[in-house]
């Protein structure tokens, strides 16, 4: 293994990286590979943890882990399997969203895994965030192969305290990760620790020939997976998606759409007709059902409503695009779980491109999330390519279920 640098002045006590390797063991479903175990043990997570984390309280909300108040049970969340908010934003419409975490480390073993580093590979790390993986890659490869891009100056800088603890020094870099790191490439690899929309342009360009791009993946309907590209000797890059993965998305490549200040003006009278297709089938938690639209629906987001007076109906699915210029709504009524209103306004019928599009992924046998891949080209435009789950029943099943 390279030489990781000077031991940690303040190392984990063994029973928590043990007890942290078990957990990421489960999620696996087989021990850890040597290299990155090794990696951990070498790594101690709670050096690169602010005073204060907030973990999911299990409600859809976050409760706080603070150093100085409750020290045995900030640490204790420092080396549990589970990603920890560290900082947050305010939406549009005044919701306090997540804006920065510490990811969940099983999820870092695998896109470690999913890259194959070998010994010699120069890597490039898109988002340096607190270090952690930055210092990991550092415990495997050495920290000269090792080059990290952050944009946020503060993130910059905390991050180079935190990787100065912990004793590595990979090449920093303040700068856009969209546009990579020209100085230092080819890479070998490129791992990002943030979601895309789309890939930019400079990640393949600055890949050497058979190298990998591994990036978590993002759309507005769906934030989850992984995507594995392979640079091509041509300059394309192609790969296939997997089944894991849920970060934040790339600066730049997020929106913020407000559904009542951007769409809802008044005036603008909607069309209305009727589906058999319910929404909980489009947005009820299908992850491969939810990825797919995501793919072949660009632009399209969800927001569920189950208060949406004055119009006295049960539940509503709200749908609109990131452009700011088409919605609509899906209204289940508490009785009728055959056929349900639709309205729609805008250039875009988005609800009628989600049908077709779920009519395509059901017909095709409901592919999952790892029978989607993606080619790159040298110039940036990209092509979806879903393969076939199983053969298509006779006549298909009615695309749709009851609402839960």
Same mark, same amino acid.
């Given at each position: 293994m390279p030489d990781t640098g000077p031991a940690a002045a303040d190392g984990a006590p063994t029973h928590l990286t043990e007890g942290l390797l078990g957990q990421i063991a489960e999620q696996l479903h087989r021990p850890v590979p040597a290299p990155y175990a090794d990696a951990?043990?070498?790594v101690p997570r709670h050096l690169f943890l602010p005073d204060r984390v907030w973990v999911r309280d299990g409600h859809g909300g976050y409760t706080p882990r603070d150093r100085r108040a409750d020290? !045995?049970?900030?640490?204790a969340a420092a080396y549990t399997d589970t990603p920890l908010v560290t900082r947050f934003r305010t939406a549009a419409d005044g919701t306090r969203l997540p804006s920065s975490s510490a990811s969940m480390p099983s999820m870092v073993v695998r896109a470690l895994e999913l890259a194959a580093l070998d010994d010699g590979m120069r890597v =490039?790390?898109?988002?340096?965030? @607190?270090?952690?993986? @930055?210092?990991?890659?550092?415990?495997?490869?050495?920290?000269?192969? #090792?080059?990290? #891009?952050?944009?946020?100056?503060? =993130?910059? @800088?905390? @991050?180079? !305290?935190?990787l100065t603890a912990a004793g590595f020094a990979p090449r920093r870099v303040l700068a856009d990760g969209a546009a990579g790191w020209a100085a230092a490439a080819p890479y070998e690899r490129i791992l990002a620790?943030?979601? #895309? !929309?789309? #890939?930019?342009?400079?990640?393949?360009?600055?890949?050497?020939?058979?190298?990998?791009?591994? &990036?978590p993946w993002d759309s507005p309907w769906c934030c989850y997976g992984t995507l +594995? =590209? &392979?640079? !091509?000797?041509?300059?394309? +890059?192609s790969g296939p998606f997997t089944a894991f993965g849920s970060y934040m998305v790339l600066r730049g490549q997020d929106t913020d759409v407000a559904l009542d200040r951007d769409l809802l003006r008044p005036g603008r009278k909607p069309d209305e007709t009727r589906t058999p297709l319910s929404p909980w089938a489009v947005a009820g938690g299908d992850l491969d059902a939810e990825f797919h639209l995501g793919l072949t629906v660009p632009g399209a987001w969800f927001s569920w409503d189950d208060s949406p007076e004055p119009d006295a109906v049960h539940t509503r699915l709200w749908i609109a695009d990131t452009e700011g210029t088409s919605w609509a709504s899906v209204d289940y009524d508490g009785l009728d779980a055959a056929s349900f209103r639709v309205r729609q306004h805008g250039p875009r019928r988005l609800w009628h491109e989600i049908e077709t599009a779920y009519t395509a992924w059901d017909r095709l046998g409901r592919p999952p999330i790892d029978h989607h891949s993606l080619t790159v080209t040298s110039c940036g435009a990209s092509t979806i390519t879903t393969s076939r789950a199983r053969a298509a029943q006779d006549g298909g099943e009615q695309p749709g279920i009851d609402p839960p």
């Amino acid at each position: 293994m390279p030489d990781t640098g000077p031991a940690a002045a303040d190392g984990a006590p063994t029973h928590l990286t043990e007890g942290l390797l078990g957990q990421i063991a489960e999620q696996l479903h087989r021990p850890v590979p040597a290299p990155y175990a090794d990696a951990l043990r070498t790594v101690p997570r709670h050096l690169f943890l602010p005073d204060r984390v907030w973990v999911r309280d299990g409600h859809g909300g976050y409760t706080p882990r603070d150093r100085r108040a409750d020290p !045995r049970g900030w640490l204790a969340a420092a080396y549990t399997d589970t990603p920890l908010v560290t900082r947050f934003r305010t939406a549009a419409d005044g919701t306090r969203l997540p804006s920065s975490s510490a990811s969940m480390p099983s999820m870092v073993v695998r896109a470690l895994e999913l890259a194959a580093l070998d010994d010699g590979m120069r890597v =490039l790390e898109i988002g340096t965030g @607190a270090g952690f993986n @930055a210092a990991l890659l550092c415990a495997r490869l050495g920290a000269d192969q #090792v080059t990290t #891009v952050e944009l946020d100056p503060a =993130l910059y @800088a905390q @991050a180079g !305290r935190n990787l100065t603890a912990a004793g590595f020094a990979p090449r920093r870099v303040l700068a856009d990760g969209a546009a990579g790191w020209a100085a230092a490439a080819p890479y070998e690899r490129i791992l990002a620790t943030c979601s #895309v !929309r789309a #890939v930019p342009p400079a990640w393949p360009a600055q890949t050497a020939p058979d190298g990998r791009i591994i &990036t978590p993946w993002d759309s507005p309907w769906c934030c989850y997976g992984t995507l +594995a =590209l &392979t640079r !091509r000797p041509d300059g394309t +890059a192609s790969g296939p998606f997997t089944a894991f993965g849920s970060y934040m998305v790339l600066r730049g490549q997020d929106t913020d759409v407000a559904l009542d200040r951007d769409l809802l003006r008044p005036g603008r009278k909607p069309d209305e007709t009727r589906t058999p297709l319910s929404p909980w089938a489009v947005a009820g938690g299908d992850l491969d059902a939810e990825f797919h639209l995501g793919l072949t629906v660009p632009g399209a987001w969800f927001s569920w409503d189950d208060s949406p007076e004055p119009d006295a109906v049960h539940t509503r699915l709200w749908i609109a695009d990131t452009e700011g210029t088409s919605w609509a709504s899906v209204d289940y009524d508490g009785l009728d779980a055959a056929s349900f209103r639709v309205r729609q306004h805008g250039p875009r019928r988005l609800w009628h491109e989600i049908e077709t599009a779920y009519t395509a992924w059901d017909r095709l046998g409901r592919p999952p999330i790892d029978h989607h891949s993606l080619t790159v080209t040298s110039c940036g435009a990209s092509t979806i390519t879903t393969s076939r789950a199983r053969a298509a029943q006779d006549g298909g099943e009615q695309p749709g279920i009851d609402p839960p």
